[in-house]
Nanobody
Framework: QVQLAESGGGSVQAGGSLTLSCEAS????????MDWYRQAPGKQRDLVAV???????NYADSVKGRFTISRDNAKAIVYLQMNSLKSEDTAVYYC?????????WGQGTLVTVSS
């Protein structure tokens, strides 16, 4: 069974930084793309960043230049470094992986940015 566990959320002032971590099951990590999504109150869950198994990355336009996704295959951890945070970045952030056609999600970690 695939397990994903996020950590690192919290409260920060606008302009600040946070780094989220997602520890994944080692059995699937190195072969799979890993994603970060976020869901703001009353809104749909949106894709924030993707990193392929080979390390290629892609970002939502709203976070380009401010967020960086990375992965440590040895530790089976994917990171989301978030800089220059804005109030509109406030959301629950979820780690996601699709393995053999099945979507797996972490429990989410709350990021609150105050202006």
């Amino acid at each position: 069974q695939v397990q994903l566990a996020e950590s690192g959320g919290g409260s920060v002032q606008a302009g600040g930084s946070l780094t989220l971590s997602c520890e994944a099951s080692r059995s699937i990590f190195s072969r799979n793309a890993m994603d970060w999504y976020r869901q703001a109150p009353g809104k749909q869950r949106d894709l924030v960043a993707v990193i392929t198994s080979g390390g290629n990355t892609n970002y939502a336009d709203s976070v380009k230049g401010r967020f960086t996704i990375s992965r440590d295959n040895a530790k089976a951890i994917v990171y989301l470094q978030m800089n220059s945070l804005k109030s509109e970045d406030t959301a629950v952030y979820y780690c996601h992986a699709r393995v053999k056609g099945t979507d797996y999600w972490g429990q989410g970690t709350l990021v609150t940015v105050s202006s």
